[in-house]
């Protein structure tokens, strides 16, 4: 089982909640990995109101409709679900409007990932009735501190933490997430997968960069660049050093938001690819470019961006 640990900016002018937020501005979130349950359901569905669906009417009866598999097996009687256009959503003990709401959000944060990948994307995202039933759900110790686990093929919420989130934030976590559920992990350097999340995540919400690298920013104006591309350790989660984990997240993107920048969205979706089927530096070497010649130019568009 993989964890991957991202700071998404939940608010630029919101108050500070420091647990859930590294250097008042960021919301922890882990994807994890693990298997699920291949089982059927009984589950009464909520109208979602969106495109197609009407925002009222009768539930059709407990069992009508078939779940998608990674929602399958799950709180039984309890189970409510509201479908988006391209979204289903399965909440237990949860409010049908934050049902909705949610399922909004998943078919937005899908369109964003399909936009970048060039292919569909339909989100499925579970909405367990504490953060004790997200970790079971998602096979994890704890959810401390956490607004979402991306659980294989599947986006949990963590329902208290994900609360507190701005809605740019809550847009953020989704699409990020969905990014990671969508595009895969395996065989990348964090920088990469975490970067490449974070270039979906924040690409179309609308954020001055200055305001999302905000711990590496203010690192830059005082005249400290970092000298290489974060490494695995980096972004081991940490209470002592939540600022330093915030910069190799914003660290991370901005790679990944420089080669899109040079080279075109599509080039770092390719890059991305071939890094999982041949390594990153087989990648690279498609672009013309060594780790040594990408850390440079990185380092120089991190000073430019943010200085």
Request: hydrophobic fraction near 45%; charge should be positive; glycine fraction near 12%.
């Amino acid at each position: 089982m993989a964890g991957v640990l991202l700071l998404a900016l939940a608010s630029a002018g919101a108050a500070p909640d420091r647990s859930l937020e590294a250097g008042g501005l960021s919301v922890a979130v882990r994807d994890l990995s693990s298997g699920r349950a291949d089982q059927s359901a009984t589950v009464r569905d909520v109208p979602s109101g969106g495109p197609g669906q009407s925002a009222t009417g009768h539930s059709p009866r407990a069992g009508d409709r078939e779940l998608p598999a990674e929602a399958r097996g799950l709180w039984g009687d309890g189970a409510e679900v509201v479908r988006g256009v391209r979204s289903v959503v399965v909440g237990q003990h949860a409010a049908p409007e934050s049902l909705r709401d949610l399922a909004r959000r998943a078919d937005t944060a899908g369109s964003r990932v399909s936009a970048v990948l060039g292919r569909p994307v339909r989100p499925v995202v579970l909405v367990p009735g504490s953060a004790a039933e997200a970790a079971r759900v998602a096979g994890v110790g704890s959810v401390d501190g956490l607004a979402a686990v991306a659980d294989g093929g599947r986006v949990v919420v963590v329902p208290e933490n994900f609360a507190r989130l701005t809605p740019t934030g809550r847009d953020i976590v989704l699409t990020h997430e969905l990014t990671h559920v969508a595009a895969g992990t395996k065989r990348l350097p964090v920088w990469l997968y975490e970067g490449f999340a974070d270039y979906v995540g924040y690409r179309d919400a609308g954020l001055p960069v200055r305001v999302a690298a905000a711990e590496l920013a203010a690192e830059v104006r005082a005249g400290r660049l970092p000298s290489e591309l974060p490494g695995s350790a980096a972004f081991a989660p940490s209470t002592r050093e939540p600022v330093r984990l915030a910069r190799a997240y914003q660290e991370a993107w901005l790679a990944c938001r420089f080669i899109a920048a040079r080279f075109g969205e599509g080039t770092l979706v390719r890059l991305y690819r071939d890094a999982q089927t041949g390594g990153i530096d087989q990648g690279l070497t498609r672009l013309g470019l060594s780790a040594g010649t990408l850390t440079a130019r990185w380092r120089d568009y991190v000073r430019d961006q943010l200085a």
